[in-house]
């Protein structure tokens, strides 16, 4: 049986107040190429399929069209949860119709379906959080565990006198429903899990280890199911296998680049070959890129705007980081606005700033940014911040970083 695993769609995304929903609309009749010219016989959504518990209409839309042609009258299974930016009760509103196209929509970590006919194929056996499936020859278990916050888990883990306890408990209680659910494993099935979670990776560094403290909502790689021969995750948006177990879990990142910190690298789907009692092949399978990030770097506001001029033409996005003494007046903004509506923002960069001294803005980018907040609030109150008021920060920093990662 050949899965394909995708995730964090974000459809209705805004990048700076900038729409994508026409790029995400090519990504979906690019992965339709895909799926057909690969023979997929499964498709799995590992949550975040929208951006908002709200989206906009047109990303609805586009996430109902893309079902019915990827499902290709229920020949397919299509399997999607609910992501943390999902209402995971908007995402099964359309379940009865979903269902006869062979669509399995799931919103909560306990959610369960009926059994019966799913499209072209049957569901024999299902209870909460597993389900199994007849795909023509082939028996599929599956695991299936949609973001399991607190509140969606309908769970608190608050008793915990630290953060860093808070988080070993969280961890150990996604573990036990893995294990739980693990039981619905058999050797002469497929098993596969799918969810959509942070999991911490083996390698940390100082610079990120506040900001980790700060989210408690990490899983440790050992806690995922042991018996799956496959583990689709959806959270992060840089494609990526987990470390810490054998390679059996991976992040398929999300299709388009959602930030400027994404530009360094290929966005992909995975195509899973699998059969009972053999290890899962996993091949990456590269997106188009079809409106690139950039970061124009230029030394002086005409540069800026020749650059804008050059480049109307070329399908991008665009971060201006302008060199200058003064800044831009409102007839400049306009003019560059005009030349090159894709740009997304303007940052001056003040040159006498710049000449105080390399070495100084090598040393900023050497401390993390906790450092760097404590020396400010330092400065401004002439105290030190509170354990607590730190944690706050982070907290605050992580949450933002979900909002590029997640
Ligand atoms: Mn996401």
């Not at 959080?129 to 082939?138: A, H, S, T, V």
């Not at 565990?145 to 969606?152: D, M």
């Not at 036990?176 to 494993?185: G, Q, R, V």
């Not at 201006?320 to 997304?344: A, G, Y």
Request: hydrophobic fraction near 35%; charged fraction near 30%.
């Amino acid at each position: 049986m050949r899965i394909l695993h995708t995730s964090d769609w974000h459809l209705g995304k805004h990048l700076e107040n900038h729409s994508r929903i026409e790029e995400q609309e090519k990504f979906i009749d690019d992965l339709i190429e895909i799926v057909e010219e690969n023979n997929v016989d499964m498709i799995l959504i590992a949550g975040d399929i929208y951006d908002t518990s709200n989206p906009p209409a047109r990303a609805e839309k586009l996430f109902y069209n893309s079902l019915k042609r990827l499902s290709n009258g229920g020949e397919r299974v299509i399997v999607a949860i609910a992501g943390n930016h999902d209402n995971p009760d908007r995402i099964i509103a359309s379940k009865p119709l979903a269902y006869e196209h062979g669509v399995i929509l799931l919103g909560k970590p306990n959610s369960s379906i009926e059994l019966g006919r799913v499209g072209k194929h049957e569901i024999l056996d299902a209870g909460q959080g597993y389900f199994e499936l007849q795909y023509k020859d082939d028996r599929v278990v599956f695991v299936t565990l949609p973001y399991p916050s607190e509140q969606r888990l309908n769970e608190v883990f608050k008793e915990a006198k630290d953060i860093e306890e808070m988080r070993r408990s969280y961890s150990q209680r996604v573990g036990h429903i893995f294990s739980e659910l693990s039981d619905k494993f058999r050797d002469e099935a497929i098993n596969i899990a799918t969810s959509h979670i942070f999991v911490a990776g083996g390698e940390t560094t100082d610079s990120e280890r506040p900001i980790q403290i700060g989210g408690g909502l990490t899983v440790d790689a050992n806690m995922l199911p042991e018996k799956a021969q496959y583990i689709a995750l959806g959270h992060l948006h840089r494609p990526q296998v987990v470390k810490g177990i054998d390679n059996r879990a991976y992040y398929s990142g999300s299709p388009l680049q959602y930030s400027k910190s994404e530009r360094s690298y290929s966005k992909c789907v995975y195509l899973v070959d699998i059969e009972p009692g053999k290890d899962a092949e996993v091949e990456e399978i590269l997106l188009k890129n079809r409106k690139p990030i950039e970061v124009w770097k230029c030394n002086s506001i005409e540069e800026a705007i020749n650059k804008c001029e050059e480049s109307q033409e070329r399908e991008v996005w665009a971060y201006l980081e302008i060199k200058t003494d003064r800044v831009l007046t409102q007839s400049e903004i306009k003019e560059i606005k005009k030349l090159k509506p894709d740009v997304l923002a303007i940052n001056p960069i003040f040159e006498d700033i710049d000449n105080a001294g390399d070495n100084e803005v090598d040393e900023m980018k050497e401390r993390n940014i906790m450092e760097l907040f404590e020396e400010f609030y330092i400065s401004e109150r002439k105290a030190r911040p509170t354990q607590e008021f730190m944690e706050l920060f982070a907290k605050i920093v992580n949450e933002e970083g979900e909002e590029d990662e997640a």
